[in-house]
């Protein structure tokens, strides 16, 4: 099993900073939380997983609802980049402060890290 949420925090670290599961910020803004909502073995080799599919959630939080969707727009930007493909994204605005919430499923071989949209 991986635990790829690190690595993608490090990868956003030049956008905002990022926090991994639930927020604990409360009024910390910009931020971005990293769930991770589904890892899944998928290929086993020699009897170790090797590759497995990856469902994330980020939750990008800011003061108002353009500077969430200018930030959730260069957080996709630079997951995409790396083959990490968007299965959802909607902004939200009915909260006590706007919350961009997005979820990328994408396969990774665990030995080389490469991906590979789903």
Same mark, same amino acid.
């Given at each position: 099993?991986?635990?790829? #949420?690190?690595?993608?925090?490090?990868?956003?670290?030049? %956008?905002?900073?990022?926090?991994?599961?639930?927020?604990?910020?409360?009024? @910390?803004?910009?931020?971005?939380?990293?769930?991770?909502? $589904?890892?899944?073995?998928?290929?086993?080799?020699?009897?170790?997983?090797?590759?497995? %599919?990856?469902?994330?959630?980020?939750?990008?939080?800011? #003061?108002?609802?353009?500077?969430?969707?200018?930030?959730?727009?260069?957080?996709?930007?630079?997951?995409?980049?790396?083959? %990490? #493909?968007?299965?959802?994204?909607?902004?939200?605005?009915?909260?006590?402060?706007?919350?961009?919430?997005?979820?990328?499923?994408? $396969? %990774?071989? @665990?030995?080389?890290?490469?991906?590979?949209?789903?």
């Amino acid at each position: 099993m991986i635990d790829v #949420k690190p690595t993608i925090a490090s990868l956003l670290s030049g %956008i905002a900073d990022t926090e991994l599961s639930f927020p604990q910020c409360a009024e @910390e803004l910009p931020r971005v939380t990293i769930s991770e909502n $589904g890892n899944v073995s998928s290929v086993m080799l020699s009897g170790e997983d090797r590759y497995s %599919i990856i469902t994330l959630q980020l939750d990008v939080f800011a #003061k108002t609802a353009e500077e969430c969707s200018e930030l959730a727009a260069r957080v996709n930007t630079e997951l995409t980049a790396r083959g %990490i #493909k968007r299965a959802f994204a909607q902004l939200i605005t009915d909260e006590r402060f706007p919350r961009f919430c997005m979820r990328y499923r994408f $396969g %990774i071989d @665990e030995r080389t890290w490469r991906t590979v949209s789903l």
